[in-house]
Each structure stands twice: as structure tokens, then as C-alpha cells.
């Protein structure tokens, strides 16, 4: 029996692929998402996790065989039970560093990988003591534990690094947790990538390779797209090597990990590395146009049929297509009146099919995190020149309000 661990977001995705090989599948829900539980209507059958030994006893008796972090919220507690269980599990002594962020920079730097400059600091005073310190250069001010850009803001002055605190500390995080302390990080520039991998035994296969497209607006950091990149080079090279030593260095063995990894002119600096499958959500018909595969089905393959993954690890990385994902993001917040631009969208160059798209009557919000809520669209196509056009014209589309017609500020 596999046991999916928290399966919210792109968890559910995963899910699916493992029903759709015909794994006996059980969804563990930890006492946090006691919500998601109750309304799980997947026909998986469910387990609402309360820390007792007689959950564990029920996923001995079931015959659980692996124990899998199916979403971010889910990190800690899959590794926990796995290890319990006897099951394929990370190292244990990275487990706090996979789930902190000053932690795992720490580790990193720690096994001799090149990292930004980063410091934890509880108030506004030490917080711009910390600019003053660095010599007054950019820095990013964010949560110590969260997921998509939630709570990510640049800073060049100490006013802005105030103001920041103040927006962020002891707020709710998208994790469910309380901002208790904030970094503050050296703002690194470069191109942006995400590294996508599947891991057996400690070794690792690169799955996909995307160049992430995130513009700063008013000082926070806005997903537009990710595109693929199918051809890698020297840089490349060097960038997944790094990668897969920072995924060493934090114990990552068994399963998905979604990174992110900026390459500057001095060489990549790692963002940070997530043990799980990439989010928020991964409609596999695009993958599979792309790639041959997507990673949730890379997931299952591993622990279906590992001596099937196995050979993988000699593959070269040679993507047949590129595939580009756009995150859509409403021109204003308030109530969806009609989604009138998908019509253009869908006579592109490149098109491929849309995901996760909002319905007339809805609230839509404008805002520059990266949970997908206002629909993704997605593009496959083997001339990479025509699918950068096409993703300009649905920006284009976007920025002049073409895409949603929106009541602005209505309920």
C-alpha cells in the first residue's frame, strides 16, 4: 500500500497516477489539514493522522510499503512515519534542514556549496541593522518557513526593510504557521531555473529543466511562466551538478524534489530545494507531449517498478519538445464575469490545454503568488522562438485586461 502524505495541490495529482497503475493507495492527512480530510472525495480511502501509535499500527497491518510526501505540508510527517515504518526514507539527520530554510542554507553551505548571504532576525531594529551591516545593497526579506513567494519582498533602503517586517511578522504563512522570524538574503541575480528530480537510493534523475520567467512588481516577486529548456550547455551542466549536490547535502534519497536555483555570473546559488513534486498542480498530458513522462508518473515508476527507473539514470536528458507553463493572473481582484481572452489563448502557436481555470461568478484575486488559483495554460511546441511569442501575447493579453473581464472589488 503507498501511503500519500497530506495529497492537497498537485499531491492529488499524484494520487491519481498511482491509482491509475493500480496501487492500493491510502490518504494520510496530518491533524493541521483535519479540513482537507473531511472533504477528500477522491474515494481513496482516508486516515486522519492524531500522532498515536495506533495510526502506525494500522498502516503496519494494511501492508504500507511506502510513505510519500504528497504535497509541502506533508515533508515532515512522510519522512517521520516512513522511518518509523522501516519504508525508503531521506536522511534523517537533514530532516529539519529539508523543511527550514535558514537550516538547509546552512547545511549546504556547510557541505561546501557556494550560498546567499542569510541571516535570521526577529525585529525591524536587527533587521536593518543587517542591511546597514551588508553595505546597504538589495536584499530579500521573507518568511523563514512558507511556499511560493508568499511574504517575498526586495528592499534597497531600511525604511523598505521595515516596512517589510511589518507586513510580514507574525503573520500566517502559507503553511498554516506564524511568521515568528524573518531572513533577510542577499538579493542574488541571474536566471532563474527549476530543477526537477526523482532520487532512488541517493542517486538522481534529472526530470525537467525550466527557465522561471519572475519579474519583481512593486517589490515582490511575480511567477508569470516557466519554459523548459530541452538543450543543456556548459552552464546547465554546471547549474544540475550543483543541484544534485545541494539535494546530497540535505539527505534527499528517495522520490520527487522540486528546486530552485538561480545561475549568476559567478555560478548557481541555491534558492531552495523542496522534497516533494512540483506544485500547484501537474495535469500530465502536456508533460508526456514534452517529455515522454511527467514527474508524478516518474514517482510512481519508482517505486512500482524501480529496476524499470533504474535505467534512467544513464538517459541523457533530451526533452523532444518544449513545454512552457503560464501562470494567469487576472488584471484586477473581484468577481469573474467571463473568461473572454481563452479563445485567443487557444488559437496560439503552441497551445496545448488549460488547467485548474477559475469559473464565471468567482472571486479572482490579483496578487503575485504562485498557487495557480486564476487557471494555468499550457504550451508544447518543438520551435521554441513561436512559443516565446505566444507566451508575449498572453502577458500582453493579461496586463490590457483582455484575458478576465472582472467586476472589480465586487464579492
Known sequence: ????????????????????????????????????????????????????????????????TAVIAASEYGVTLAHDLARSLGADHHATEAATARRDKLAMLERVGGAGLTVPRTAEVRDATEARKVFAEWGRHPVVVKPRASAGSDGCRTCRTEEEVEDAFRATLGEHNLLGGRNESLLVQERIEGR??????????????????????????DGSPLLRHVIARTAIGADERDLVGYTKDCLDALGVREGAAHSEVMLTA???????????IMGPCLSPDPFFAAFGYAQQHLVVERFLRPSEFATRFDRPY??????????????ASGRLVSLDGLRTVRRLAGFHSFSKLPRPGERVERHALTTGTAGIAYFVAEDEELLRHSLDVVHSLEDAGALFSVAEGEA
Open 1 to 64: 500500500m503507498i501511503v500519500l502524505v497530506n495529497p492537497v495541490s498537485s499531491g492529488q495529482d499524484l494520487s491519481s497516477a498511482f491509482r491509475e497503475e493500480g496501487a492500493d493507495c491510502l490518504h494520510l492527512y496530518g491533524a493541521d489539514l483535519a479540513h482537507a480530510f473531511r472533504a477528500d472525495a477522491s474515494g481513496v480511502p482516508t486516515l486522519l493522522y492524531d500522532g498515536g501509535e495506533s495510526a502506525e499500527a494500522r498502516l503496519r497491518s494494511a501492508g504500507a
Open 192 to 217: 532563474l531555473h527549476v530543477v526537477n528530480t526523482v532520487s532512488m537510493g541517493g542517486r538522481h534523475v534529472l526530470s525537467e529543466l525550466y527557465e522561471k520567467h519572475v519579474p519583481w512588481v
Open 266 to 276: 559567478d555560478g548557481p546559488r541555491l534558492v531552495e530545494v523542496n522534497a516533494r
Open 318 to 331: 533530451a526533452p523532444a519538445r518544449v513545454l512552457a507553463r503560464v501562470f494567469l493572473r487576472p488584471h
